[in-house]
Structures are given as structure tokens and as C-alpha cells.
């Protein structure tokens, strides 16, 4: 029996070895691979949104810089003449990261978050939009040395990007602006508050955030729609939203801060004070692309008409609501790049 019982133990012993050194092994190797690989908790709140695009990922790189109290993100990258792409409400740096691969192909690119917005912390002097230009220029031609860049922006963006090119012409290329009526000579606060029953309504004080604050997110759902193509602000039905539940998270994430909310909200509340700076603004005369929803070409023409003097094309984005960037983002994409390459 002992003689037996031995050879069987060493015959059964050697492949339990082998299978608990291999057993350990698969177990460390999978370990390593878990620790090396990135997760979703040690992404930065910023980067999630674009990390699984690997294209995008090995293009754009997320920045930081301090300007006159206000830390302001950034997105940038690419190569060539610099564009600087700013956003709206409700919306951040990433309302352009359709369209941002395309442009820099051929040109640098710098996708801001306003001061007080998206993830640039800290609250600006004022929100209006002349204000808000000496913030984006103290960033792009203080901060970053940059002095000749075409200067792009949507919704209230587009009227920071024209007080960027009023303010500083020797520091502006080209002008795109994307579909916002101007206020200023041709339309005045009280009027401009009449337009569309959510500007009345962001207008007010702490209603807005008394209201929105409890589900934000529910809010931004809800509110995409509306301007979009043939949506209820446009005198359509359509109740379709041009933004995924990843996009709408993104912006949700950004806006669920209480001072961004508010910020938000201040732009609005600026109202007054965008006319009058308007009114007294220089005009802009570098050349300007203007771009507009279906249908609006024409009326938002004559908002910007008598503080833009070099309007060298003026077109409707078809089947675009106010969204222009993500319901029609080939036909933005070339009408950008044919007018910065022009």
C-alpha cells in the first residue's frame, strides 16, 4: 500500500502544482491588466465624455489657465492658423466636438468653456458678452500668445465672438457667427425677452434655479427639442432632440453645479447691458461668415447687419433647428472650412 500510495500522491501533486501555478498566474495577470487599464473612476469628470474616441483622444488634450481669477478650461489641438470655438447655453466646450477632428486637419484648435461654465470654475465680474470676450482674449492672446485667430462662435458664443472681434480687430482673422439674433440697435432687451418664452423666463432672479435646480438634467431633456428642426419653438410638433443621452449627461453634469446654473442664467439676465455695448461696439469688419436655422438667414441678417460691415456669405443650414453643429454637422463642417481656408 505504501509503495503505491506514494507514486500516486507524487503523480496527482505535480499537476495540482502546475494548475494552482497557472491558476495564479492567470490570476495575477488579469490583476495587472485591471490596475494598468483606465477606469471610469480615474478618468477625469472632463475627459469621460470623449474617452472611449480613441481619434479624438490622440488629437485633443484638456488645459487649464488662470485669467483674472477665473480658471478656464479648454480643449486643443491640431495644427495650423488658430481657431478659437466658443459655446452657448446650454451647452459647453463639447458642443463642437462633432465638428472639431475636421477643423484641425488643417488648423489649431481651442474649444473654451466660458468663464463660470462647463468646467471653468470660479464667476466672472459680469456675464455680459463684452465682458466675457476680455476673458476668452486674456486666455487665447495673454495667456496663450496667440494674435491671429478666426474666432468662431453659436448662441451667445456668437455674440462673445462678435465682442472678441469688435474689441480686439488686431487680434481677429475672420468672424463666424452661428445663429443668434444680435441684441443691440435693431432689437432691445424688452423685445429680445419676447422671442422665445424661455428667454423671459432665464431672465428672472433665482426663479430659474429655484425651479430647474431640482432635476436638471429632466430640464436640458426637455428643453433640446424645442429649438431643434421643426420643433415647438420653430412652430413645428416634433418633440425629437438631436442630442444622445451621453451628450445630454455631459452637459447635465456641467450644469447640475449650482454656480454654473446660475451662470447660465446670468447670461441671460445681461441682457440690457449686451444692447448697450452693442450699440456702442465697433464694427466689425474683418470678414464674417454667418450661418443661421432653416429659415432664419434673413431675420438674424438684420440683427447683425449694423455692427457687421464684411459679411462675405449668409446661408440657412438645412434641416437645423438651433442645434446648427449637431443636426447638420457635414454641411457646418464645410461652411467652416471652406471659410477658413478661404
Known sequence: MITETRP??????????????????LLLTIGGAACS????????????????????????RHEFADVDGVRMHYVTGGSGTPVVLIHGWPQTWYG?????????????VYAIDLPGLGDSTGTPTAYDKATLARYVHGLIADKLQVRDAAVIGHDFGAAVAFQYASQFPGDTTRLGYLDLPLPGPAIDASTYRTLSWHIAFHSQRRIPEAIVGDDVREYLASFYPQVSFEGTAFGGTSDRS?????EINEYARTYSRPEALSGGFELYRA?????RDTVSAAPVRIPTLLMTAQGQVDAIRATVDPRMTNIVRAVDVPRAGHWLAEENPQFVTEELVRFLDG
Open 271 to 275: 441682457l440690457e447691458k449686451d444692447v
Open 8 to 25: 500516486l500522491t507524487r503523480r496527482f501533486h505535480r499537476p495540482a502544482r502546475t494548475a494552482a501555478t497557472l491558476a495564479l498566474t
Open 96 to 108: 463642437w466636438w462633432q465638428i472639431m477632428p475636421a477643423l484641425a486637419e488643417h488648423h489649431t
Open 242 to 246: 438631436p442630442f444622445t443621452d451621453g
Open 37 to 60: 487599464a483606465p477606469t471610469a473612476d480615474s478618468v477625469a469628470p472632463y475627459a469621460v465624455a470623449t474617452q472611449d474616441d480613441p481619434a479624438f483622444q490622440g488629437t485633443f
